[in-house]
């Protein structure tokens, strides 16, 4: 599916629609460049948890940022990482396998994705405005939310 976001909360609403279709388990690996609105959507999955958008900041520094809510949210950010060795260093594959939902910005250095992870590619048209497409969850399932 794809969606024309022309601000940061389009970006956002789109993030809380997808978060609302997740379940225990769920991997959201996301895609684009520095600035393309990654951690905006990933407020926007928290908020559909019960998370303050405002608790959410970008993990780079961090690496993994947990949030507490009914569903535990696992916010990646391996921008920082630069080979895989360093990614098992992280502990990155005890959060996938958990029963909380997992976000993962920069997921491109995880390297091979499995078929069940939902991928979130964000492409920068100007300076607000963003194509994202989205892809490993049905249609008929996004239109039910």
């Given at each position: 599916?794809?969606?024309?976001?022309?601000?940061?909360?389009?970006?956002?609403?789109?993030?809380?629609?997808?978060?609302?279709?997740?379940?225990?388990?769920?991997v959201v690996c996301l895609y684009g460049e520095l600035g393309a609105g990654k951690t905006t959507f990933v407020k926007g999955i928290a908020q559909a948890l019960g998370i303050p958008d405002r608790d959410i900041t970008s993990a780079s520094f961090t690496i993994i940022a947990e949030?507490?809510?009914?569903?535990?949210?696992?916010?990646?950010?391996?921008?920082?990482?630069?080979?895989?060795?360093?990614?098992?260093?992280?502990?990155?594959?005890?959060?996938?396998?958990?029963?909380?939902?997992?976000?993962?910005?920069?997921?491109?250095?995880?390297?091979?994705?499995?078929?069940?992870?939902?991928?979130?590619?964000?492409?920068?048209?100007?300076?607000?405005?963003?194509?994202?497409?989205?892809?490993?969850?049905?249609?008929?399932?996004?239109?039910?939310?």
């Amino acid at each position: 599916m794809k969606f024309l976001s022309r601000n940061s909360g389009e970006t956002q609403m789109i993030g809380f629609r997808l978060g609302n279709s997740l379940k225990p388990r769920s991997v959201v690996c996301l895609y684009g460049e520095l600035g393309a609105g990654k951690t905006t959507f990933v407020k926007g999955i928290a908020q559909a948890l019960g998370i303050p958008d405002r608790d959410i900041t970008s993990a780079s520094f961090t690496i993994i940022a947990e949030y507490d809510s009914e569903i535990p949210l696992y916010h990646i950010d391996l921008y920082r990482i630069e080979k895989n060795a360093d990614i098992d260093e992280t502990g990155i594959w005890d959060y996938i396998y958990s029963d909380g939902i997992t976000v993962i910005e920069w997921a491109e250095r995880l390297g091979e994705i499995q078929d069940d992870f939902i991928m979130v590619k964000f492409a920068i048209i100007d300076k607000e405005a963003r194509d994202i497409t989205i892809e490993g969850i049905d249609e008929k399932d996004w239109n039910r939310i």
